[in-house]
């Protein structure tokens, strides 16, 4: 079977995989790491098997299943599995023949599995739907799930980032709040002010692997990019991207920021509930996890992310999850119906009302601004300029060589330019191979 041979293909580079979006980002919309709830994927019986990876939206999305249920009569079992074993079972499922009925997709994945004919082909349903009409949410992530003209997964969310700061840590330093106007050299001057000399706390924290949330939305600001329209060349080589990719160095030189043993043993995200880190940059998608984090929701809150300070512009790289459905489910037509549901302005507006994230539905996510103490309006006035995430046929092998040849410049070996020129060209070469 042609999807076998492409899995085995790339099985290794999959696994090690690191969220960028709920995004992830990490998505979506994710990058931390979320534990397993419960059992695999596949179906028990008559109810619908329904397989996500952030324990965070768990609550919320349980809510919902149990309106969809009580509307329809049909049943579910969310399992919650966590990122990085996420794949491995949607990988282990199609080669077998047992994945979920219903379960996340993201644009790093969505093709393949999509050119393999494993998902649902939704476009005859959606054309036939009075709750779902493509109108009603972002073109760009309908883009993420259309193969062949076809629609193969209903647009979940949208995830924007913003800068979250420490007030308290500010408040110490003797520092004004960030605000709207800031820029990037206030960031790096704030960052330094922030940082103790004994090491016991840093006045910022980016990843290697913390693109879209991260330094992807510097490189859009500054005019470079990841890569180009047609998917056929890096943009890393760019000068304008290099360029912006020098702010990073400039916090890695400054040690601003904890040791690249230190991040790759914590994400940003438990550096900053833990108070070793002034600023992080984060996406939508991790709003309910500081909310319910009893340090950050007293002491931290969020901004628009900085402008550029030559441009002007402030980009926020975004993306959206989609639920989407297996081809070869016992259960296609209950699927599409929770689908349906799923996607409809009832069930999004609920989404966004409950804290879950930021829905797809246009108009709806006005309502998840007001679901925590935090300036989640912040999160909504970076819908003003967005870019869509980078992605190709191959994104996870291209996208996770980039991770590790960053780490060379955290390390000191490499100069960024010298790292983005390696970048551009081993992505060029994977984005020939697509071709061919």
């Keep these: 079977m042609k999807f076998k041979k492409v899995m085995a293909l790339v099985l290794a580079s999959a696994m090690v995989f690191s969220m960028a979006a709920c995004g992830g980002d990490s998505g979506s ?69 047992s994945l979920p009925d219903v379960f996340w997709m993201h644009s790093n994945e969505s093709e393949r599995y999509m050119s393999n004919d494993m998902l649902l082909d939704l476009t005859d349903k959606i054309a036939e739907s009075d709750k779902i009409d493509p109108e009603n949410y972002p073109e760009d992530i309908w883009g993420l799930y259309t193969y062949d003209d076809k629609y193969y997964a209903v ?46 706390q840093y006045g910022l924290a980016v990843r290697n692997d913390n693109n879209q949330a991260g330094y992807y939305n510097l490189v859009y600001d500054n005019g470079g990019y990841i890569i180009n329209e047609d998917k056929t060349k890096s943009g890393w080589d760019d000068p304008k991207t290099i360029e912006a990719m020098k702010t990073l160095e400039g916090w890695i030189k400054d040690g601003v920021m904890p040791s690249i043993e230190t991040m790759s043993e914590n994400g940003e995200d438990v550096l900053f509930q833990s ?79 409950l804290g879950v994230t930021m829905s797809a539905y246009k108009g709806t996510s006005d309502a998840w601004a007001k679901s925590a103490d935090f300036n989640l309006q912040a999160y909504l006035n970076m819908m003003d300029d967005m870019e869509i995430r980078p992605y190709s046929k191959t994104t996870v092998t291209w996208e996770n060589e980039d991770n ?14 010298e ?18």
């Design 155 to 200: 647009p979940k969310d949208v995830d924007t980032i913003a800068l979250w700061y420490n007030k308290t840590m500010f408040d110490e330093a003797g520092l004004a709040y960030p605000t709207a106007d800031w820029t990037w050299d206030d960031v790096s001057e704030a960052a330094k002010k922030l940082t103790k000399d004994d090491g016991s």
């Design 29 to 97: 919309s994710g990058e931390t790491k979320k534990e397993d709830s419960g059992d695999s994927g596949e179906s028990d019986g008559g109810e619908l098997s329904v397989s996500i990876w952030d324990t965070n939206q768990e609550p919320g999305l349980k809510e919902i299943l149990a309106d969809f249920t009580e509307e329809t009569g049909i049943k579910t079992k969310l399992t919650v599995v966590k990122w990085d074993e996420y794949w491995t079972m949607l990988e282990a499922g199609a080669q077998g023949g």
């Design 419 to 436: 790292a983005c020129k390696e970048m551009a060209d081993q992505m060029n070469e994977k984005l020939a191979e697509e071709g061919n």
């Design 275 to 353: 108070g070793k880190v002034a600023m992080v940059l984060q996406g939508s998608w991790m709003v309910a996890a500081y909310r319910d984090n009893e340090y950050t929701a007293a002491n931290c809150d969020l901004v628009e992310l900085p402008k550029n300070a030559e441009t002007g512009r402030r980009a926020s790289v975004y993306n959206g999850l989609g639920w989407a459905a297996a081809a070869n489910g016992e259960h296609t037509e209950e699927a599409w119906k929770l689908l349906e549901y799923l996607g409809s302005e009832e069930a999004q507006k609920k989404q966004a009302e």
């Design 404 to 417: 590790e040849i960053l780490k060379s410049v955290y390390t000191g070996e490499k100069t960024m330019e």
